[in-house]
């Protein structure tokens, strides 16, 4: 059975930093590319990062230069580096596997930005 959890949102400044996990179980992980998604109130949920079974990563623009995807092989854990946060980026995160034509979602985690 896949699992995926997030851990590691939180309440943080402007400018802070956050560091997000998320554990899976269930599947070969390394064989997977994995993805962090967010929503924030009323609007759709967004793909933030991407990072691909070989190790290269994209970024949405939004988050470029701040954001960083990262994947540990060894521990089944993709994690993602937050930096230099804004208000915008306040929404739930949510890490994703795409696994034989079936999408999977964890169970987000919060992150505010506020000061």
């Known amino acids: 059975q896949v699992q995926l959890v997030e851990s590691g949102g939180g309440l943080v400044q402007p400018g802070g930093s956050l560091r997000l996990s998320c554990a899976t179980s269930?599947?070969?992980?390394?064989?997977?590319?994995m993805r962090w998604y967010r929503q924030a109130p009323g609007k759709p949920r967004e793909l933030v990062a991407i990072?691909?079974?070989?190790?290269?990563?994209n970024v949405a623009d939004s988050v470029k230069g701040r954001f960083t995807i990262s994947r540990d092989n060894a521990k089944n854990t993709v994690f993602l580096q937050m930096n230099s946060l804004k208000f915008e980026d306040t929404a739930i995160y949510y890490c994703?596997?795409?696994?034989?034509?079936?999408?999977?979602w964890g169970q987000g985690t919060q992150v505010t930005v506020s000061s």
């Open positions: 269930g599947f070969t992980f390394s064989n997977y590319a």
């Open positions: 990072i691909a079974t070989g190790g290269s990563t």
């Open positions: 994703n596997a795409y696994i034989r034509s079936d999408n999977y």
